[in-house]
């Protein structure tokens, strides 16, 4: 559940879905994630999971969500034109 800005230094709390940008992100749960949910280890397929970002007005126009390898999502002031192609995806699912 989303409850506050996904920058740290930011204290919004999340109200309204019609206030600032709301990020679905589809993470790959890896078949570790499987087997501690019980399912059943010959299954092949990797487990999905949806995670829910959301950056007030005021952080959304100076901040973007950046997958970072080892680290996961993180915020990053906007600047320079070059993006990877996470952030092209996380801001292709931005709700």
């Known amino acids: 559940m989303v409850s506050k800005c996904?920058?740290?230094?930011?204290?919004a709390t999340f109200l309204y879905f019609h206030v600032g940008k709301l990020f679905r992100i589809e993470a790959d749960g890896g078949q570790e994630r499987r087997r501690a949910m019980g399912a059943d280890?010959?299954?092949k397929r990797r487990m999905r999971h949806?995670?829910?970002?959301w950056l007030c007005d005021m952080c959304?126009?100076?901040m973007k969500l950046v997958f970072e390898k080892?680290?996961?999502i993180t915020v990053q002031p906007?600047?320079?034109?070059?993006?990877s192609s996470e952030e092209i995806a996380a801001r292709a699912t931005a709700a």
């Open 60 to 62: 959304s126009d100076k």
């Open 41 to 43: 280890s010959e299954q």
């Open 70 to 72: 080892g680290m996961g």
């Open 6 to 11: 996904a920058n740290p230094e930011c204290s």
């Open 78 to 83: 906007v600047g320079g034109c070059e993006e």
């Open 50 to 53: 949806i995670e829910f970002y």
